[in-house]
């Protein structure tokens, strides 16, 4: 990856003090990511094992407040303007109801989404519209019932499918699913997948598996990559996406022939993370369910900021120790270098 230019270190007052979540490359974090939990009802492979995992201690979890009150820093203070509930899986959060109203009642109000594994999403897709949620990420990587079941060791299928169903009645649109193609397991499903997701009027999104397993068995001679994706997509003759990608991190094409359930024109979109990294136009920064910042997805490092809030920091200090962590950003994930060493934490942990 080609290294951006570094721009002088701010002084105080400018953007480390006072300002947006900036980083020394010219990048702003307005996308907040959250993870409310790291437990998760599934056993997707390319996650974790089939056993499960050491699940997080409850009293090292931030509490409903103390992540209301991180959320309101990062609106109010740092400049944030969408967020995004992730786990492990977030519908388990017993206040996510109560979170998400909180969010949704800042001044100026965010955009509001969870990403979900669908378990329970049918019950809940109407009170988290009513408490404020815009819309859901749902992850279904198969349309096979036994394939489900290999992938994620629950006979859980039929309740993902419903959970889909429900959110869009619900009006948590656009529903979008977030696909992993794992090689020698669904990696032939991808046109069929489109082809539920245009028939249902949902927005499928594919996402090239990446290195946060918990097991650390990740091998990217065996992923499916976007460029794979796009030619066993070839049938549909996909039509560049004439709308700018923006900061968003899928590249997105036309589906000719459809339309979507507002009546524009049907996208599927790819997630390349690694083969088409997408660091330099990044515009996230992460909470993990303990109150860390993550600066990267990739990152090894963290900054504490939980230790802050039970130590009686200002908001003020909050939001400064906040954007010192963002400052140290890399430039890239660095997946390509020969020194890249995968997160200690999995994508459990950590969140989406």
């Known amino acids: 990856m080609t290294e951006l230019a570094l721009p002088t270190v701010p002084t105080r007052g400018s953007a480390r003090a006072g300002g947006p979540l900036a980083d020394r490359f010219g990048r702003v974090a307005t996308d907040l990511r959250v993870s409310l939990t790291d ?43 969408e967020v995004r509930f992730t786990g492990g899986e977030p519908l388990i959060r017993r206040g996510l109801l109560k979170i998400v109203a909180a969010a949704a009642a ?3 109000r965010p955009k509001l989404s969870v990403t979900t594994n669908g378990i329970g999403l049918e019950r809940l897709a ?11 990420n749902v992850s279904l990587d198969t349309l096979s019932p ?29 529903v979008k ?14 046109p069929a997948l489109l082809r539920f997701a245009l028939e249902h009027g949902y927005e499928l999104r ?16 065996e992923m499916v990559t976007a460029a794979a994706i796009l030619e066993s997509l070839a049938p549909y003759g996909l039509l560049p996406d004439p709308v700018s990608r923006g900061t968003a991190p899928a590249e997105t094409w036309l589906v000719p022939g459809y339309v979507d359930a507002a009546g524009q024109p049907a996208r599927v979109g790819v997630i390349g993370s690694v ?4 660091c330099g136009d990044c515009d996230r920064t992460r909470l993990t369910a303990d109150g860390q910042v993550r600066n990267c997805l990739f990152a090894t490092g963290e900054s504490d900021l939980r230790g802050l809030l039970r130590g009686g920091a200002t908001d003020d200090e909050i939001a400064d120790a906040w954007r010192a962590a963002m400052w140290g950003k890399k430039a890239g994930h660095g997946i390509d270098d ?15």
């Open 177 to 190: 699913i977030n696909t992993v193609l794992m090689r020698g397991i669904n990696d032939d499903e991808a």
């Open 338 to 352: 020969p020194t890249f060493l995968q997160p200690a934490r999995p994508m459990s942990a950590i969140g989406g």
């Open 126 to 136: 109407r009170p988290l519209r009513e408490a404020g949620l815009d819309r859901v």
């Open 275 to 278: 083969t088409r990294p997408f």
């Open 106 to 108: 800042l001044q100026p």
């Open 39 to 81: 437990r998760c009802n599934l056993r997707c492979t390319y996650c974790m094992p089939e056993e499960g995992l050491a699940w997080m201690p409850r009293e090292q979890q931030l509490t409903d407040g103390e992540v209301e009150r991180l959320i309101r820093v990062a609106v109010e203070r740092l400049g944030v303007t």
């Open 206 to 221: 594919f996402i090239e598996q990446m290195p946060l397993d918990a097991q650390h068995k990740w091998d990217r001679h």
């Open 146 to 174: 036994a394939r489900f079941e290999q992938l994620t060791h629950r006979d859980r299928h039929a309740d993902v499918l419903k959970g889909l169903a429900g959110a869009a009645t619900a009006g948590l649109t656009p």
